[in-house]
């Protein structure tokens, strides 16, 4: 008996240039919208940022914390240069996953997928590899 996997999206948010409360309150409305789905996968773009200040930290923060409760997770992707100084300073790379890449985080979220199907399967099925992989669709 084989079980399809149909892939959880992936929902990619662009980050603004700068944040204000109305801006926050916005982009946190938004992400809420786009978290419907079980164990929500969110990209953040932060190409955009011209700085990463205090603002900019609390909104990242309250956006892991809204994926965390519902068991999801949030990526970051194509911090700018200058931007990226404050994670060398901070704890903030221990909470997040950063990639160079919108779709390299994106990836990464489908090959934690597949390596989950992969170690499920070997534990209790055998199927051989063309099997597996025609029934997940990336």
């Known amino acids: 008996m084989f079980m399809t996997h149909r892939p959880l999206p992936v929902a990619v948010l662009q980050l603004p240039h700068t944040f204000n409360a109305e801006r926050h309150k916005?982009?946190?409305?938004?992400?809420e919208n786009r978290m419907d789905a079980i164990r929500p996968r969110v990209v953040l773009d932060c190409s955009n940022l011209r700085d990463l200040g205090s603002?900019?930290?609390?909104l990242l923060l309250c956006c892991l914390e809204e994926a965390?409760?519902?068991?999801?997770?949030?990526?970051?992707?194509?911090?700018?240069?200058?931007?990226?100084?404050i994670f060398d300073f901070s704890d903030l790379y221990g909470l997040f996953e950063i990639f160079d890449t919108v779709s390299g985080a994106v990836d990464s979220f489908r090959q934690v997928a597949l390596d989950g199907i992969v170690q499920k399967n070997a534990a209790g099925t055998s199927h051989s590899n063309g099997d597996l992989l025609s029934e997940v669709a990336l």
């Open 68 to 85: 965390m409760k519902r068991n999801g997770d949030i990526r970051l992707a194509a911090i700018p240069p200058g931007a990226s100084m």
């Open 26 to 31: 916005i982009f946190l409305c938004d992400l």
């Open 55 to 58: 603002p900019t930290i609390h």
